[in-house]
């Protein structure tokens, strides 16, 4: 079992940026593949970004790529978003989620464990 609770979500103007957390507890968070996934209103919940548990590969959906990094510290089992150069469409909940695949994936039922996610809003 893993508990997974994000962080740092807020009100941000088109331009700028934001640094969500998501901490784990429960079992080894290392062993993990971790996503960050964002739902919209009146959307489905997409994927956004991928990390393998070493860190040393990262997948992310086209939308992002250039303006987001996910990143992670095992030894404070942290998982982390850098998003910059915010626009008025990544406004949504951002969720963070663990799989014990061990391949970087996007689809949404592969991952087991879910945050109570955070919510982004990015005006114009």
């Known amino acids: 079992q893993v508990q997974l609770v994000e962080s740092g979500g807020g009100l941000v103007q088109a331009g700028d940026s934001l640094r969500l957390s998501c901490t784990a507890s429960g079992r080894t968070f290392s062993t993990y593949v971790m996503g960050w996934f964002r739902q919209a209103p009146g959307k489905e919940r997409e994927f956004v970004a991928a990390?393998?548990?070493?860190?040393?590969?990262?997948y992310y959906t086209d939308s992002v790529k250039g303006r987001f990094t996910i990143s992670r510290e095992n030894a404070k089992n942290t998982l982390y978003l850098q998003m910059n150069s915010l626009k008025p469409e990544d406004t949504a909940v951002y969720y963070c989620a663990a799989t014990e695949i061990s391949t970087l994936v996007a689809e949404k039922t592969f991952y087991r464990y879910w945050g109570q996610g955070t919510q982004v809003t990015v005006s114009s």
């Open positions: 990390i393998n548990w070493s860190a040393g590969y990262t």
